[in-house]
């Protein structure tokens, strides 16, 4: 029987990255600038200066609320292994014409334990 878990909720964990400074990662040609709480934006770089269009991947919108009662009945039953947050009203994809959104999942070290 797995020991119930009483420490800090994921929201707490989760808000020393909410003062913290974006995170950024080159990939390629693009670099992704994720910003806790707020952005996501896609550009690329040439001797660390933008170059082009910088497109936004979305705005904060909101996450995943582990105090509903879905939240905790998920929580308990163990089938989300992430947190999430959800960006959405990003910059215009051409291919579809429609806002571009994105989802972050918050995952903990395999074999880390709850």
Known sequence: ???????????????????????????????????????????HLEESEIKGDVLVLGYYQAAFDWGDETGKASKQQQLRRYHSQSYVNGSRCDLTGRAREAEVRFLCEEGAGD
Request: charged letters at 20%.
């Open 1 to 43: 029987d797995p020991r119930p878990y009483n420490g800090s909720g994921v929201a707490e964990l989760l808000r020393p990255m909410g003062t913290a400074p974006c995170l950024l990662k080159t990939k390629d040609w693009w670099t992704y600038e994720f910003c806790y709480g707020r952005h996501i934006q896609q550009y």
